[in-house]
DNA sequence: GGCTTACTTTACCGATCGGTCAAGTAGGCC
DNA sequence: GGCCTACTTGACCGATCGGTAAAGTAAGCC
């Protein structure tokens, strides 16, 4: 039943790629064809509208990142140690991101949320999926740390929002600073925010 | 010398209302004209182009938010008590525009960085200058609060850096998930990463 | 081999974008 | 009263916006 084509994936990463490092509005529907080397009658051929491109990008681009993630989130791993390699990830990818594009990017969802939350609902509903995923792996990773007494909180969705909100403002300091050392208070802060108590490499 | 205006500062309030409710992108210099009743060739005799009259805003508007701060964050006033009017003025803000739009706008130079640090460098430098008055009067406050021993941090300035990057993620997760109750996080985090002792009235 | 279906190609649409321009008008100053 | 200057007016610009349509082509299925 017809041929096939390669063109949705690279409409995929090509969006998620100019949008991420520009904005949504900073990048034409023909400025995605171009990178992606695909003419602008098939992307009518895959995608309704260019914001459903872009909500199907995001969601790409979260499952291609996941088993990454669950491996970084393991529960074999003891919790604070995930949060220590996760707060050193953030840090290693925005500082790769800096290098090959001169900008420190910050984090496509949140862009996302951030341009079009009073604009988009289907951008905006999927920035909040988005999110929820992120908290459900911090959720967890904070209530096993304070199973095992290494963390205190009260509630443990509570202090996810708290040490998620730390990490996106953070975030966003350095994309406006263009500075991804920002980032290196991100540790001392979790370590705060979750009262640990003798982190393995202690920071502040 | 010729006659006299307030087309101009019609135009800056038109465009600080649009664009922080809407985006940068999302709102037209034709939209700012018509909301201001103002002829497009009156704007750009103010104004040499779009983004300039978006960094003029966004001074104007700081201008007219001063005197307010200088009050919330008098030196008379103690610092913890300083810090949780600022909360709580931070959630009736937001709750008050969302009450008053039907949205959670979050912080306005906040989404202009967000938007535009990758592809406007005046509006990025705009928005940095903005972030660092803000921690200005973090950090003098911090300060405060050591010296009297309320709080207990190592650098003022990487703290106010840790309080204000809260402030930023929950303005986000509150603009995303539309809702300001997020805010009420702020005073429970805030009192974490300075290791307040004994809040006035406390929250974790 | 022929039919169906999937995808590509390209030309095109009306609307809107940021910005320009030249002519006109009114207020302050001498 | 006249002149200079600040400001207004509204028509206009080429480029680009997101999106459409119709014809063409190639691969899988029978």
Tied chains: 1, 2.
């Excluded at 992606?36 to 681009?61: I, R």
């Excluded at 990454?68 to 393991?74: N, Q």
């Excluded at 966003?172 to 009262?195: C, F, G, M, T």
Aim: proline share 4%; glycine share 4%; net charge negative.
């Amino acid at each position: 039943m017809g041929r096939h084509s390669d063109a949705r994936e690279k409409l995929l990463e090509a969006a998620l790629d100019l949008i991420w490092t520009s904005s949504y509005g900073g990048v034409s529907v023909d400025d995605i064809c171009e990178r992606a080397g695909v003419n602008k009658g098939s992307f009518y051929h895959f995608f309704p509208s260019k914001s459903d491109l872009a909500v199907a990008a995001y969601e790409a681009h979260w499952q291609s990142a996941q088993p990454d993630l669950d491996r970084l989130f393991s529960s074999a791993t003891d919790p604070i140690e995930r949060l220590q390699r996760w707060c050193t990830r953030l840090h290693e990818t925005q500082h790769q991101k800096f290098l090959t594009y001169g900008y420190v990017v910050g984090c496509p969802y949140a862009n996302a949320g951030s341009e079009l939350a009073t604009q988009d609902p289907k951008i905006r509903a999927k920035a909040q999926e988005m999110m929820d995923r992120w908290l459900d792996y911090l959720e967890a990773t904070i209530r096993d740390a304070q199973l095992q007494g290494s963390a205190e909180v009260d509630q443990p969705r509570a202090a996810a929002t708290q040490v998620y909100s730390c990490v996106l403002g953070l975030l966003l300091q350095a994309k406006i600073q263009n500075d991804p050392a920002v980032l290196l208070e991100l540790e001392s802060a979790v370590n705060r925010l979750l009262r640990i108590r003798a982190p393995l490499h202690p920071v502040s």
